[in-house]
C-alpha cells in the first residue's frame, strides 16, 4: 500500500510493534525497510539490505531526518506491505535463508573469526537480494509440483 503522508504512516502503526516497509527504487528495484516501534513513541529503522538501523524520537522526525524515507515519501515511493490485504485469494509467506559458520567454512576452508562471519553473512545477504532470479525459482517450484502431482 503506497504511503501519501506521515499522517497515513501514523494511522498504520497504531498498536503495531514493527511495518514492513519499502522504497520504489528506479527500474522497479525496492529498497526493504523494517520500521520498530517503542513504548515511548520512538521508532529505529532497520535498512535490510545491511541490517544498519537509525533511530528516531518519532515518525514525524523521521520523516524529515531520514533522507531515503523522506524523498520517498515526497515522491510517492514509499510503501508499507499491507498484510491484512492478503487473503482475498492472495497468499504471502516470508523465507528465511540462513547462513552459517559451516558456509564460511566450505567456502574458505577453515572456521571464521567472529568479524569474518559478521562480513561474510552480510555480502552473502546482500548478494542473495541482488541475485535471485524468482521467475527461475518459482518455474523450477511448479516443474516440481507437476512432478509430484503426477506421481499421485
Given at each position: 500500500m503506497r504511503i501519501e503522508n506521515i499522517e497515513q504512516l501514523n494511522g498504520m502503526s497504531r498498536g503495531k510493534t514493527q511495518l514492513d516497509c519499502y522504497v520504489l527504487l528506479n527500474g522497479g528495484l525496492r529498497s526493504s525497510k523494517t520500521l520498530m516501534f517503542?513504548?515511548?513513541?520512538?521508532?529505529?529503522?532497520?535498512?535490510?539490505?545491511?541490517?544498519?538501523?537509525?533511530g528516531f524520537d518519532s515518525l514525524e522526525e523521521m520523516a524529515k531526518g531520514h533522507s531515503t524515507?523522506?524523498?520517498a515519501l515526497?515522491?510517492?515511493?514509499f510503501y508499507v506491505f499491507d498484510y491484512?490485504?492478503?487473503?482475498s485469494g492472495d497468499y504471502a509467506k516470508n523465507m528465511n535463508i540462513e547462513?552459517?559458520?559451516?558456509?564460511?567454512?566450505?567456502?574458505f576452508?577453515?572456521?571464521p573469526k567472529f568479524e569474518e562471519f559478521e562480513r561474510f553473512s552480510g555480502l552473502c545477504r546482500k548478494g542473495v537480494q541482488a541475485q535471485v532470479d524468482w521467475d527461475i525459482i518459482f518455474k523450477e517450484t511448479?516443474?516440481?509440483?507437476?512432478?509430484?502431482?503426477?506421481?499421485?
Open positions: 517503542e513504548e515511548d513513541g520512538g521508532v529505529n529503522v532497520i535498512n535490510e539490505i545491511d541490517d544498519t538501523s537509525e524515507i523522506k524523498e515526497e515522491k510517492g515511493a491484512e490485504e492478503v487473503g547462513v552459517g559458520a559451516h558456509d564460511f567454512e566450505h567456502t576452508g577453515r572456521m511448479r516443474d516440481v509440483m507437476d512432478r509430484e502431482a503426477k506421481e499421485k
